[in-house]
Every structure is written in structure tokens, then in C-alpha cells.
């Protein structure tokens, strides 16, 4: 890192302090107030499609001009790859196999194969505009036509009635199926004349099993995450909202001939979306975390682009600085060499996106998120995103391809970082340290019960981490999560209370929160996260200064039963062979935790089975923990990092 006078400071707000409400619903409304009303939304849709600024299939030169020789190159010998593919056959067993065993990769791995493939053939045929590929094209779209559901198995319970398999009286519109209707409704736009001339009943079957799926699905039905229902302090609107809407939204504009339905649509989807845009905290950190980001500040990008663009331009909100917010936030969530913030269900490890980030920087017109896609395709190169089958967002990569490969830009972290309504901060020094630390409370969307709670690194190198969370199963969304060790706050760096781990709820949360990032300085109280520990108090203070990380803990136990303890988690396995102090390994480098001499060590190695968590962390990490030799009902534990 460079010096420490380079370093800036993140106010995300003017608020220094913040005893703010990590729950705040705020009742905004951002795009129904640019809006007005849905007649005001009949009057400007565009009906005639000529929001597609994309060529027409038989566009030769378009198409060349669009994508340049190296692209077109690259989706032709893609698609080549798929001449011969077998199109994979999902069997009621695979959906099944979510019920009876919680596997969800039987069903998906082959649904999400086909997708991909649909997609990437319909970009090589508008790349080379021989033929070649439309059979092909045709048989993923007979197929896909003769499913019953474009939803995944874990989300079928969202059936009415429920069911255990697809049922054709119910369509489900979830993340997938939406993901399903979009792409194959741009097949529908680009092809259609095509498909006509081998049979128009393939255009006939698409048109109408999107109807069905799609359209009406979406009409008919207000669906959990369309938050139709009046906000209650601990509900949740996550990604999902943008998400499916951005889908949607797609879906008509591409689709709906009738005016007055297009624009019943599209300003039922502005109703939507604004919920989900209330729920947002105006500081823009996504508490989901930073690699849901993409899914999240990112849809709200693509949904908002297709609303601009789908009104002529007349319905934009890029000026808003909750918009710009959350955008941003990704920029400062990077620690570097891949590693991100992470907490909850987030994965430490984050390539980027670098054309979607570099989009969304020319939206809200911020250098930071353009400087910041520019150093990330640096480092990692700039593929244009093929394998989720998400055809706008792979058309939109493209449009910004040859900007994005002009420059390159640098990027450090900030010296601090304050969300004060999320209650997330980071701190880093010009020594090589970094630290995350986070408020909030325990019914955050894809929570952990982890109020209070840190990581560390040094030189971009994970020491004390978050472990994150393993492959996802039925148990991961179901009355079970907390039995999952990795959704514990005893496998997070917090303190069990008088034998007492943190529980989950909404209730749950962290009071007097306070951070001056100037001081780099972050202090909540966390002992409400304990019920059952007669916590009247538990003060967890962090505070940065050159080359030291502090972390203290006062409080008041009124009736002590149990030693208390302190956990870190670690990346490496400690050294706790000098008194006092333990050696923590950070990739090459070592730091030193000191701790109190009343707590007495234990380290824990726990083998990493989970191939989504091995994948990062390797084989195996380990928990340090730190026993009080005594019962007591208030005292203060000091411990302090720095380097070896």
C-alpha cells in the first residue's frame, strides 16, 4: 500500500456517530415519484421495441461492427463446442432428490448446463449468421418449451398449491425461471423469422409457454419478493426484488404488443422495485454481502437501465445518491488480490465483474467504480460473462468491451469506512493492515448470527477471517440454518457469554454503536445478541492505529455461571506456545495476537469437507479460543494485533 497520507476517507454519510437503526425502512419511493402514475407510464413506454439498440439478426455488418473480430471469434468456436451436445434430460427423481436428501445440485447442474448453452449458441449465430447453429438453437428451445418449470427444485415451494415436482397448474416465477424467460425471450426477438422458416409452430410454442410463464406468471400472482404487503420492521426484501423484476421488465418490453398491459406491468414493477430501493439503507452497503453485490445493486442497475431505456429515456433515477451509494459500495469492499469483505452468507473471494461495475460507474457517472472495473480488468482480464446464460447482461458487457480495454487505473483501500445505517466500517493503515468489522442485527438478509464480529488481514492476506458458507442445500434456506455450524456465532470472532452463543432474530442486534472513522474507531454494545447470559453489558471496542489492531471487551454479567470465552477464527493454525500471545499466520507474513494472562488457549482445527468452502480456505481452519480462569460479573479483556 502506499503511504498513509494517499489513503482517503469514506464519510458515507455526514454522520460521524450513528446510533442509527440497522433495520431502517425508509419510505422513499424514488422511481414512483420520477414516475408519477401508471397513466404517466402508458404515455411514454415504448411500444414499438425501438429501445433495442442491438442489430437485427440479419445485420451482417452490425453484428461485425458490434463485436469485433476477436469476439466473434471467440462465441463462433463457443458455439462450435455445441454442435453435437446432448441436450441433458432433468428427471422427476433430480427434483425429487431436494426433498429427499437436500441436494440441489442434481437438479441444477444439468438445468443450468442448458441454459448456458442456449445462450451461448444464440450468441454465436448473431456472431456468425451462417445457419449454422440454428438447429441446434431449436432443439434447446423445443426442449426448454416441454419442461414443465424454468423453476429450480428448491424453489418450488412457492407453489400454490404446494407441491413436491413442477406442477403445470402453478408456473413459478423465481430467480431461475426468470433467468430462463429473459434469455429465451430475446431468442424469441432475434430469431423468430428464422424459426418461421423451418416451422412456425417453434415461434408459436415459445411465444406462447412465455406468455404462461412469464407474462402471466407475473401478472397474476404477487409473489413473496414483489413485497407487495406493508413493511414490518424484520421483514426482508433482498435480491430477489431486483432480480426478478429486472427479468420481468425484460420480458414485456420484448413481448407485450398491448400498450395499456405493458404499461400495467412496468409500473407494477416500479411499485416493487421502490420497496426494495426503501429497504436499502441509504448509506448503499449491501448487507447481503459484497459478492452478492452483483445480484443486488447489480440488478437495480439492469432493471434501471432497462426502464430508462424502455421509456425513452423520460423515467431515470441515476442522479439519486442512494443509486450512486450502491454502486460504490463495491469499490470499497476490496481488500485486494481477490479478497473482499465478507460477511453472512458472502464469499471472501471476489474476481469482479469488471464490465458490469464499469456500467454501472457510467450510470452514475463515478470515477471510482469506473477506475475501480479498469484495475480489475488489469489483473484479471475482461471475459465477457457467458456461462450464467443471462443474455442482456452478456449484450450490455459488450457495448462497454472496447471503453473498459482503453485505460487502466490503480486502487487501494480506504483509510476508513463508515456505513453508519448497515453499522459495517473498515479500517486500514499504511502497514499492510485491513479490518471489517459490523454492527446490525441477526434477521439481516442471508444472516449469520455474527453482531460484534471482525476480520483481519495483512497485505491482502487473510489472518482472522469469516468462513462464509458452505454449498447451499435445503437445509441452508429451512427452520434448520442455525444448526449449520457456519451460521453460528461460535464459529465467528465473538464471545460466548456466560456459555451463552448469539441467537437469531431481528430482535437480536447491536445497541450504542458508535464509530469515528477519523479516530478509526468502532465501538456497539453486543450483549442483547445473548439472550439467556444475564448480559446487562457487553462493550466490544476496535480501534486501529499504526501497525496495531485493538480490540477490547468491558462488560457487566449479572449472574455468572459459565467462564466466558473468546473466539477468533483463523486462516492458518496459531502458535500458542509463548504466554500471553499467539502467532497468527497471514499468507507469508505473521502477526501477533496478545491476549490477557487469566485466559487460557485452545486451538481447534476443523477439517473443511465442503468443496465451495475448500475451495477457499483449503482443507482446513482453525478456531482459537481464549477461557477466562475465572467467573466473573464485569471486567474489561484487552487484546492487541500487530505485526511479528
Known sequence: MSSFSRIKYFFCLVLLCAGLSAGAYTERNIIGRKAVSMENIRECVVTDRSWVTYPEYGDRSGWNEFLGDSLRNVLVREGEKLLDYDWHLIKATDYLEYVRSGNISVMETPYFENRRNINILMLAELAEGKGRFIDQLVNGVFYSCEMTTWAVSAHLKYQKPKCILPDYRHPVFDLAAGDYASMLSWVYWFFREEFDRIDPVISLRLRDVLQERALDAYMENDEWWMAKKEYEPGDVINNWNPWCNSNALQCFLLLEDDPDILAEAVWKSILSVDKFLNFVHSDGACEEGSTYWTHAAGKVLDY?????????????????????????????????????????????????????????????????????????????????????????????????????????????????????????????????????????????SHNHNDIGSFILYLDSKPAFIDVGVGTYTRQTFSSERYSIWTMQSSYHSVPEINGKAQKPGYEYRAEDVSCSPGKRRFSLDIAGAYPGASADRWTRTYSMKEGKFTIEDSFTVENPEQPNRIVFMLAGRPDISSKEKAGIAAGDGRLVLEYPSEMKPIVEEIPLEDPKLSKVWGSKIYRLVLTDSKLRKNGTYRFSIHRF
Not at 310 to 324: H, K, M, Q
Not at 332 to 342: A, E, Q
Not at 390 to 398: K, N, P, V
Not at 432 to 440: L, Q, Y
Open 304 to 444: 434501471l437501465q432497462l426502464l430508462e431505456a424502455g421509456t425513452a429515456g423520460r423515467i431515470s433515477v441515476f442522479d439519486e445518491p442512494l443509486i450512486r451509494n450502491m454502486g460504490e459500495y463495491i469499490c470499497r469492499t476490496y481488500i485486494g488480490g481477490g479478497w473482499v469483505v465478507n460477511f453472512a452468507d458472502a464469499s471472501p473471494r471476489y474476481g469482479g465483474e469488471p464490465h458490469l461495475i464499469y456500467r454501472y460507474g457510467k450510470a452514475v457517472d463515478s470515477r471510482e467504480l469506473k477506475d475501480f472495473a479498469e484495475y480489475l480488468r488489469t489483473i484479471n482480464g475482461a471475459v465477457i460473462p457467458l456461462d450464467r446464460g443471462d443474455t442482456y447482461r452478456t449484450l450490455q458487457a459488450i457495448s462497454v468491451d472496447r471503453e473498459i480495454r482503453t485505460s487502466s487505473a490503480g486502487h487501494e483501500p480506504a483509510g476508513a469506512v463508515w456505513y453508519p445505517e448497515t453499522q459495517v466500517c473498515y479500517f486500514a493503515d499504511s502497514t499492510g493492515m485491513f479490518a471489517a468489522m459490523k454492527g446490525g442485527h441477526n434477521n439481516e
